[in-house]
């Protein structure tokens, strides 16, 4: 059964879109966490420099 866990969203950390885990187009771990992002261009950009988009976004998980 799916769940409502299923419909999460998280937010993309480089252009702040809302993403869904299943729709997602590119992932990441980052220190043990996964991101989720709209395009693999974010994800790039993300990668190159992640702190530059966490340092808005410092507490982990929910919102
Ligand atoms: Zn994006």
């Known amino acids: 059964m ?3 866990d299923d419909e999460r969203t998280f937010k993309d ?3 702040g ?3 869904s885990h299943l ?3 590119a992932t990441t771990d ?3 966490k996964t991101y ?3 395009s693999d261009g974010c994800r790039d950009a993300f990668v190159a420099e992640p702190g530059k ?3 808005h976004h410092r507490q982990h ?3």
């Open 23 to 25: 729709s997602a187009i």
């Open 30 to 32: 980052h220190e043990g």
């Open 61 to 63: 998980g929910l919102e």
């Open 2 to 4: 799916k769940h409502k």
């Open 17 to 19: 879109m809302e993403v």
């Open 36 to 38: 989720y992002f709209c």
């Open 53 to 55: 988009y966490l340092k």
């Open 13 to 15: 950390p480089v252009c």
